[in-house]
């Protein structure tokens, strides 16, 4: 049994480990990156929808919008129809109370719009137009019986019926209508930006 041991322990070698202190260079840090949201072709949905809790007081995020954004509907009058890009719901029923960043292609343009239900009133208003390829903040809030909304230097406010000092609700993810499906592939880029 002695001699087994003796054996064994004069087989390990002991492996010297210099540390070096770290450096601003080497400490890696974690940056936010875009997370690529597909709604496919014939779908509503985006193919990212896993349920997601959301419990806090405000969102921000960057978007960036590829030619797949432009899109022209089998009818005319659908053209209008606000498409969900991203929010939060409060509970559990997105059509009693959500704030959402809200998006069409319309009269050559893509736009952006504050869109909200408060106690099932929906509530839609157009914040701004964004260039096809180009980075723009946004962020939904809430203050009291009100939504925030910003769009890079632009803000929108819509009433709410709730007057939490935060929300208690899920993610809402990119949805493509109204009453028609994604007439092509739709790709958009969305990095969260902590506060």
Known sequence: MVIILIILLSACKKETVENKPSTPES?????PVYKSYTIIKGAHYCTERSIKLFS????NFKVKFSST???KTLETENQGDVNKLY????????????????WNWQNNALRLYA?????GVRNCKEISTVVIGEAIDLSIGIS???????????????PRALSSAT???????????????????????IMDIEE
Do not use: M
């Open 87 to 102: 929010g939060f719901s409060e509970g559990i029923d997105n059509h009693l109370n959500s704030a959402r960043i809200g």
């Open 69 to 71: 954004a432009i899109y």
């Open 167 to 189: 929300v208690a609700g899920y993610w809402q993810y990119p949805y493509f209508g109204g009453d028609e499906v994604a007439p092509h592939t739709i790709c958009i880029e």
């Open 56 to 59: 806090g007081n405000h969102i």
């Open 115 to 119: 869109y909200t239900y408060a106690n």
């Open 144 to 158: 009291a019986n009100k939504y925030l909304f910003t769009a890079g230097e632009k803000k929108l406010e819509l």
């Open 27 to 31: 400490v890696a840090t974690a940056q």
